[in-house]
């Protein structure tokens, strides 16, 4: 199942705050997606619902504003990196710190020189370093009404915090950091904007200190979240977690791509609705993603942007050879509404619907498993089929399920049977992974039937062309238009 995420945040919507006369429950986080099945309870979940309601109102804070009621292009009010105008309360300014404070246990940790096929093991004393510190770093940086929010039982509200506090910067097991770990940062943002944390009393203001102070901030090389994780990338070459390869997105990060589009999007008013297409006056062209040039002048201003010269920083080669999908949406031309509506659609489809990613997101009481009543139930998908289920594993020594992707099982049941299948004509194989049942669904036609793939490459290249398991069944008449991209977000 594939639920369909809020199409806009309106004005006072907001993530809901804890109330702090009252005694809360706190709860010690826990893993509770196993298999596909879970992910499709998860996506009608409280916790679904509580992280992109606060997606959305992060998103909407880095809109373009109208200034003063007046809705020409000519008093607009832009929110940049490093822009004068971004207010950090003292919980950002608290949270900077605490940033700084990882970024600055990088240099105690020494690189190992040993022999190694993937990322460097350093990054475990790192991380084992930061994990001691963890419950000092947090009662010195985060406020104090936050971690004295009053509890029923023993689990305190540093508990939940520290849970996915830790699981914001990579796995020391796996030495790899992808858009799971950038999940769980943002719902221990949310944890701290739950425990009344963040200052509300200026509509958007504090969500921009979180977004252009917090998430990103390029002017300085600490203080921010994205600072950390591309140095820990870089310094520990830490492997990209869950990646579709190149026909991902981004082999680390998805958040630049939403609020960088949001920042170059039309202006709006503080009760208006979210524009679905067009850019501020003077927005630059989608297109610049291309030119590396263009690229280093304005990675400075926008996290869209940035997260692309990071890319030119650790990859060689044409754009579109290592990274076609972010090639592909260059080519919409209906504006950086269209583009941020879009990158909202893939956020839920390739990240909060996909099991590898979301399956070590923890649960506890701030971001809860229960389900929320109010969610609409969506009939499964042919992305949902091709999650791993749980299936009875036969054997005398284990009597619990384990998992198992759905295609492999069906190959080792016709191994099992050794029965041929009578379709077969001479010539072909029965091994079992000649299987005439369904194949299973790539990461590529998923990106594909999203929208997010056309057929913007240079023909000089023999790398060139479209992804080959893209299909031609993912196109349709509508979707064939005058500007370059097929995206049906972008018609």
Not at 67 to 79: F, K, L, M, P, S
Not at 155 to 161: G, K
Not at 297 to 315: H, L, P, Q, T, W
Request: charged share 20%; hydrophobic share 35%; proline share 8%.
């Amino acid at each position: 199942m594939e639920s369909k995420p809020p199409e806009d945040a309106k004005s006072g919507s907001s993530l809901p705050r804890l109330t702090s006369s009252k005694s809360h429950t706190f709860i010690s986080p826990v893993k509770q997606i196993h298999d596909g099945q879970d992910v499709s309870k998860f996506l009608t979940s409280k916790a679904y619902s509580d992280i992109m309601n606060f997606l959305l109102q992060l998103n909407r804070s880095v809109f373009a504003r109208h200034i003063h009621g007046d809705n020409t292009e000519r008093a607009v009010q832009i929110w940049e990196l490093g822009s004068p105008d971004v207010v950090f309360s003292s919980t950002i300014i608290g949270l900077r710190s605490l940033l700084n404070a990882l970024y600055k246990i990088i240099d105690e940790i020494p690189l190992d020189t040993g022999p190694r096929r993937f990322g460097n093991v350093s990054f475990r004393d790192w991380s084992r370093t930061v994990e001691e510190r963890s419950s000092d770093l947090l009662r010195d940086h985060l406020p104090k009404e936050v971690l004295s929010f009053q509890h029923s039982t023993s689990v305190a509200p540093i508990d939940e915090l520290r849970s996915y506090f830790l699981g914001s910067f990579g796995s020391a097991q796996r030495l790899d950091y992808g858009t799971g770990h950038e999940l769980s940062f943002l719902a221990f943002l949310g944890c701290i904007w739950k425990l009344g944390g963040f200052d509300t009393s200026v509509d958007g203001s504090e969500e921009r200190g979180i977004v252009l102070g917090v998430i990103d901030l390029f002017v300085i090389p600490w203080g921010k979240y994205m600072s950390v994780i591309r140095r820990l990338i870089k310094q520990y070459t830490l492997e990209p977690a869950g990646s579709h390869g190149v026909w991902g997105l981004d082999d680390h990060s998805f958040l630049p791509y939403i609020f960088g589009s949001a920042q170059y999007a039309p202006a709006i008013n503080s009760s208006g609705s979210i524009p679905a297409e067009g850019s501020y006056l003077g927005a630059p062209d989608p297109a610049i993603v291309a030119k590396s040039t263009s690229v280093e002048k304005e990675r400075s201003k926008n996290m869209y942007i940035g997260a692309i010269g990071f890319i030119y920083d650790v990859k060689t080669g044409p754009f579109w050879e290592h990274s076609p999908t972010l090639y592909d949406i260059s080519g919409v031309r209906a504006g950086w509404a269209k583009i941020n509506k879009g990158m909202l659609k893939m956020y839920n489809a390739e990240v909060l619907s996909k099991f590898p990613v979301v399956q070590h997101f923890p649960f506890g009481s701030l971001f809860s498993w229960h389900q929320d009543f109010k969610a609409v139930s969506v009939p499964p998908s042919i992305h949902s089929s091709s999650q791993p289920q749980k299936v009875p594993f036969s054997s005398t020594s284990a009597n619990s399920p384990t998992l198992m992707d759905p295609v492999m099982h069906s190959a080792l049941s016709s191994h099992a049977s050794l029965n041929p299948d009578p379709g077969l004509v001479a010539g072909e194989t029965a091994a079992p992974w000649a299987s005439k049942g369904p194949p299973p669904v790539s990461s590529a036609s998923t990106i594909a039937s999203s929208g997010l793939i056309s057929a913007r490459y240079p023909k000089s290249s023999a790398k060139s062309g479209p992804n080959p398991n893209f299909s031609k069944s993912h196109e349709s008449e509508e979707s064939i238009m005058a500007a370059p991209t097929k995206a049906p977000w972008a018609r």
